[in-house]
């Protein structure tokens, strides 16, 4: 065999294997990295749906999800200390919020949870706040009872492995965080920075979400 007629075959030979390199992680036929998280949310785009024109006034922030995708089974401990993952939250609508003792926005914004949740809180939607604070969790503990936020179920992470899941996910950057989450665990829309939780446009999207289609 010519040398040319070798150089040919090995240049083949080598876009082969990237092309099969590339099908791999991309899925066979698929050239979206994410569409493999969008097949998983089938029913959220419906619901999404429902939401727009609810991200208003104090929640004019809130961003609705073009390609919902699934969030993953995170995991982090509650006030007993027991590891919790979403998926106990499974068949609710969930507001998850990162925040951390040394946020000030962060801090300002847990009454208005605690209110959230006191006034739509239930069978079907709950505020599931997690503190990132690293460590141990004696500072969000304090801070839970230097501002009466018992009506708020507290959970801790102190190894950052949630904020960093949802960070390669695209979907938390800063403090705070507040990802609006379906039944099926899917991000329907999320919030980079403080909102005005206890606010009727707040509330007004939370109940929208939670009786959203299908």
């Known amino acids: 065999m010519q040398a040319s007629a070798r150089k040919t075959v090995v240049l ?3 876009i082969v294997a990237v092309l099969a390199i ?3 992680i991309y899925g066979i036929g698929q050239w979206s990295g994410n569409a493999g998280l969008a097949n998983a949310c089938p029913d959220t785009a419906a619901r999404v749906a429902v ?3 609810a991200n208003v006034g104090e929640v004019a922030a809130f961003a609705l999800e073009d390609q919902p995708v699934a969030i993953g089974d995170v995991a982090f401990s509650d006030g007993q200390g027991a590891e919790r993952k979403l998926a106990d939250w499974k068949g609710r609508t969930v507001l998850l919020n990162l925040w951390a003792t040394w946020c000030v926005p962060c801090r300002e914004e847990m009454p208005a949870l605690k209110e959230l949740q006191q006034a739509l809180g239930g069978p079907k939607f709950e505020v599931v706040a997690v503190s990132i604070d690293i460590g141990d ?3 969000p503990r304090k801070f839970y009872a230097d501002n009466d936020l018992a009506g708020l179920a507290f959970h801790h992470d102190g190894s950052l492995a949630v904020f960093n899941a949802l960070k390669k996910k695209g979907l938390a950057f800063g403090l705070p965080t507040s990802l609006l989450i379906d039944g099926d665990g899917c991000v329907m829309g999320k919030v980079a920075g403080p909102a005005e939780w206890a606010s009727a446009d707040a509330k007004n999207l939370i109940e929208k979400a939670i009786g959203g289609a299908p």
């Open 51 to 53: 939401l727009k024109g």
């Open 22 to 24: 590339v099908a791999g």
């Open 137 to 139: 969790d004696s500072k």
């Open 12 to 14: 083949a030979s080598a």
